[in-house]
């Protein structure tokens, strides 16, 4: 069984759903999600917000804080995913805001640096992940380990 396959039982079992807001992965978790058979019983729906406007605009997130830490950010993405769990009034939310590659990496934020949050019943998570170089390997990856972080995040509440 794959993880997005293990979290929509949980979620099932649990009577939560979902939402995501995307930014570097594109939808990929989305994707992911509703590839299981079932999943209209927990994903409510998400947003795919790669412009710092639709992220503050849609999602909520603070401009202030965009312009202070950057888009790729835990400040950001912690908002992303608060701002899409309100919108769309799920009890969990993913949301990764990240730089897949190849280019757009910094000294500070080199390709691959993405920071993931979920949002659960009992609060707001997040975690800072370095990958590879390579785009379609970091989207994969980050997909994963964001799903991997909800259902880890649950399985303790």
Known sequence: MNIEEELGQLLVGKRLTVATAESCTGGNVAHKITSVAGSSAYYLGGVVSYSNEMKADFLGV??????????????????????VKGRVGS?????????????????????????????????????CLHLGTD????????????MKMLYDQLLNE
């Open 135 to 146: 785009r379609c390997e970091n989207i994969e990856e980050a997909t994963r380990l964001a």
């Open 91 to 127: 009890d969990c939310s993913i949301a990764t805001s990240g730089i897949a590659g190849p280019g757009g990496g910094t000294i500070e934020k080199p390709v691959g640096t993405v920071w993931v949050a979920v949002c659960t019943p009992s609060g707001v998570y997040s975690q």
């Open 62 to 83: 603070s401009s202030a804080d965009i312009d202070k830490y950057g888009a790729v950010s835990e400040s950001v993405v912690c908002q992303m995913a608060q701002g």
